[in-house]
């Protein structure tokens, strides 16, 4: 990257810390260069992690570190995840047994198996998930046990971990804080250990991301592109991560 250009990066996240409604037109002038430079340097950033672009607005600065709660990312994306949620449950077949990891999104994929009649068994670690779950006769539900985090809904720790190591299930449906071509990340190391013994233990991966999950880095890596199978979203990758997706055979299946 030209010094140039660096410079005009340090200059563009500082102005959106400083303003993040910031209009585009409003940079440019600022920056000395054409919106469609400003457009280029936001499509650079954001696939690098160091800046957030709301869809539909401006963009946010956002730190790699940073998370909400579950109660507050459950407000976020709403219609989007549902359609992902619903997708989801026609990839569980009769008889199957899967695990499902804690958030926002596996939580509304447990609701909507709240009505359908399959008789599986789910093995998650995710509190108001398996109450969910647990209300269908048909699912057997079993709750990992753990240390429980009252603010993100799920249980965590060594006796999570080695508990979930004594199953073997036919799929994994996991969801995501980031996803780049490097792979699927979590801000979470506690979550991320979870997903990884998951995987593992899986014939499947099926992930589950709604597109502000695109070119996000988050703080851990938990899994490489190579380790999906199925990718439920509701507006397919482009560019880099679209291609490295389908160089990697991961079937992507966009949500109706």
Known sequence: MSVRKTERHKRLIAEISTNPSIMIRDLAETLGVSRETVRRDFQELNRTGRLHRRYGGGATFTPIGFETNLEARSQRMIKERQRVALRSADFINEHEVIFMCSGSTTLLL????QTVEKKITVITNSLPGSIAL???PSIRTILAPGQVDYS???????????YLKKFHADAA?????????DGAMEIDPRTAWVMRI???QSRRVVMM???SKFYQASLEKFCDIKDIHVMIVDRAPDGELGAALRQAGVMIDVAP
Not at 110 to 113: E, F, G, N, W
Not at 173 to 181: E, R, S
């Open 173 to 181: 449906f996991v969801t995501v804080d980031g996803i780049t071509p």
């Open 198 to 200: 998951m995987i593992a």
């Open 110 to 113: 447990a609701q909507v198996l």
């Open 152 to 162: 993100e809904g799920f249980v965590w720790g060594h006796d999570t971990t080695e």
């Open 134 to 136: 647990a209300s269908n």
């Open 209 to 211: 991301v709604d597109h």
